[in-house]
Nanobody, 123 residues
Framework: VQLQASGGGLVQAGGSLRLSCTDS????????MGWFRQAPGKEREFVGS????????NYADSVKGRFAISRENSKDTLYLQMNNLKPEDTAVYYC?????????????????WGRGTLVTVSS
């Protein structure tokens, strides 16, 4: 698996977690990256994205002001800092690499996917 997400776990509402996603093949530095999540019984949804150089970010309305995406291309690593977590944030979180250097919320813009990491927020 080229993209590997980690950092999930169980946290109480109001808590924080930081997810990481490492590209083992080091081939995504010029690609935009994104985070998606999928809750049980629901479709996969966009969380946020970041351009190849980190200058541009986009977020779903449901996470704006609480989540922050960043990347360290020198380490081939993408991050998702999640603060003030809510029970509705419970899901499996996936990282993905886009086809181009800039990307948005459309799932078909992403061509490489990693295995997810489970985030559970208790009330």
């Amino acid at each position: 698996v080229q993209l590997q997400a980690s950092g999930g776990g169980l946290v109480q509402a109001g808590g924080s977690l930081r997810l990481s996603c490492t590209d083992s093949r080091r081939t995504s530095r010029n690609n935009a990256m994104g985070w998606f999540r999928q809750a049980p019984g629901k479709e996969r949804e966009f969380v946020g994205s970041i351009s190849w150089n980190g200058a541009n970010t986009n977020y779903a309305d449901s996470v704006k002001g609480r989540f922050a995406i960043s990347r360290e291309n020198s380490k081939d690593t993408l991050y998702l800092q999640m603060n003030n977590l809510k029970p509705e944030d419970t899901a499996v979180y996936y990282c993905a690499a886009a086809r181009s250097s800039y990307s948005g919320a459309r799932i078909d813009q992403y061509v490489k996917w990693g295995r997810g990491t489970l985030v559970t927020v208790s009330s």
